[in-house]
């Protein structure tokens, strides 16, 4: 079987991007005309897939619980304390990767503010704003000077690096972050014989503010692990900077992902890291050969990079602190609902990654089968049922029955949408938690957000199953059509105001 991959290696890597759309357009379509020819099937399989969502309901309301109290523990804890407690702390430091490009100043002091607010020593941090060359220079240079002279007293380095993309890259965080931890690693590690071991690399968007004891935490747990070369290090990513300012249908949408990444940090079985922001050793980051920049996903790209040149055993460890982003907000509503659609998109062109992905899993020996065959099943769990959840369990057997309305007279065709419905409105109830948590995270409430309109903040979710169409099956889909007809998408940076 290897031989026969890499003899015909496009021919499989096609038939591997086609393979995401060709189960996810099945999957849907499979009710409406299986209604017809094996009508019993299709029942017992939305039944089954309801009761599936019912586990996920209850298990997100369950971790997510246990992440915030770990959570509310580690906002108190002297992580201090503990890091000094090693007798080489001192050499650690703390590489940090802004990828920018066209980011307001606004936004990019707030998340400098933030660094530079932090327990740890702000002195062992080396802050590296990404920028690119296609930004003009009459808006690089006042960024470059306001920041500098605001910062350049507060960490041990503030390096601007500018990426020209060339053949062979394409468009997007990948290429920016490898430059400039290219950059750095021979312009700053090398050039002083720093010791790799001692260095962190943080891949950090703009909009992202720190908790003040994120790095003294991350130090910690770099340091107590001596497998810290096999890690990444994630925090809980929390979509609130801005949730009172976007509309309705965009809060609760950015309020369910955050309750959903929090849910994810206390999972035992979370094998692969989570878009967006992470943290791992400069010596691994290095050992790989740093992203690939011809890919636009990042996050799934290098976790599973390292893993199977690492032979397996690369881990995630969460880290128990909140880290604010900003939800997807534009001038206008419709600006700002087609900029979050094209930001899921985007995230869902992470199946992209999925050929490459399955093919390592074939190709790439002494990686432990077990271990290389769950992360796979999350791999395909999370992309290629992402268009999918949305059809079977809201639309369900309605719309199935009323193409073939004799089925609905049947026991089973009567039994079955009674019992789904039961299910999902007991799944409902885990809402109730994830509410709750959602309250517990989110900023106070700003004084020119009325006080009536927070109070009827729980009657917005009745929107998301307007949400979950618009931001989650609909961009889902296209993703995997695009990919699926060769029809390759371009990055598209999310604005911010």
């Not at 503010?113 to 003009?136: G, W, Y």
């Not at 490459?356 to 899993?361: A, D, E, F, P």
């Not at 309305?405 to 409902?428: C, D, K």
Request: proline residues 6%; aromatic residues 16%.
């Amino acid at each position: 079987m290897r031989n026969f991959i890499i003899r015909h290696d496009k021919g499989i890597l096609r038939a591997l991007e086609i393979l995401p759309g060709f189960v996810s357009w099945n999957l849907i379509l499979f009710p409406y005309w299986g209604i017809f020819v094996i009508p019993n099937i299709v029942a017992y399989f939305i039944l089954l897939f309801n009761i599936y969502w019912f586990f996920q309901s209850f298990q997100i309301a369950i971790s997510s619980t246990i992440s915030h109290t770990r959570i509310q523990a580690a906002k108190i804890y002297d992580w201090m304390g503990d890091v000094r407690g090693f007798p080489d702390w001192e050499k650690i430091e703390h590489v940090v990767i802004i990828p920018t490009y066209k980011e307001p100043i606004h936004i990019l002091e707030r998340t400098f503010n933030t660094l530079a607010s932090q327990d740890f020593p702000t002195k062992h941090l080396t802050i590296v704003l990404a920028m690119e060359a296609k930004e003009a220079e009459e808006e690089r240079g006042p960024k470059i000077k306001f920041l500098t002279e605001k910062f350049s007293k507060v960490f041990k380095n503030l390096f601007f690096t500018v990426h020209t993309l060339i053949p062979g890259e394409v468009v997007g965080k990948a290429s920016n972050e490898k430059y400039a931890a290219i950059w750095v690693e021979k312009n700053y590690i090398s050039k002083n014989k720093l010791d790799l071991d001692y260095i962190t690399a943080t891949s950090c968007d703009a909009d992202h503010t720190f908790h003040p004891k994120y790095f003294a935490a991350l130090t910690f747990k770099y340091l107590d692990n001596p497998k810290r070369y096999k890690y990444f290090w994630q925090p809980a990513i929390l979509f609130y900077n801005n949730i009172w300012h976007v509309p309705a249908i965009i809060r609760v949408l950015n309020s369910l992902m955050s309750v959903w990444n929090l849910s994810q940090l206390s999972r035992k079985d979370r094998l692969i890291i989570g878009p967006g922001h992470y943290s791992l050793s400069f010596t691994l980051l290095h050992g790989v050969g740093y992203w690939d920049a011809d890919k636009i996903p990042e996050d799934w790209g290098i976790f599973f990079k390292a893993y199977y040149k690492s032979g397996g055993g690369v881990e995630v460890e969460p880290i128990y602190l909140p880290l604010l982003a900003d939800a997807v907000q534009s001038t206008t509503f419709w600006k700002t609902v087609k900029s979050q659609y094209q930001q899921i998109q985007r995230w869902a062109w992470g199946v992209s990654d999925d050929p490459w992905i399955i093919k390592n899993y074939l190709l790439t020996p002494n990686v432990p089968f077990w271990d290389k065959t769950m992360r796979l099943f999350q791999v395909i769990w999370a992309h290629f049922l992402w268009p999918v959840n949305w059809f079977i369990i809201t639309l369900g057997l309605t719309v199935p029955t009323l193409l073939n309305p004799a089925f609905g007279r049947t026991a089973l065709g009567y039994s079955v949408p009674r019992l789904s419905s039961f299910v999902l409105t007991i799944s409902l109830l885990f809402l109730i938690v994830m509410l709750v948590i959602d309250s517990k995270h989110k900023p106070t409430r700003p004084k020119e957000f009325p006080l009536w309109r927070a109070v009827l903040i729980p009657l917005e979710f009745v929107l998301m199953p307007l949400a979950g169409l618009i931001f989650g099956a609909l961009p889902g889909i296209d993703a995997h059509t695009r990919l699926m007809l060769g029809k390759y998408i371009e990055y598209k940076v999310t604005e911010k105001v």
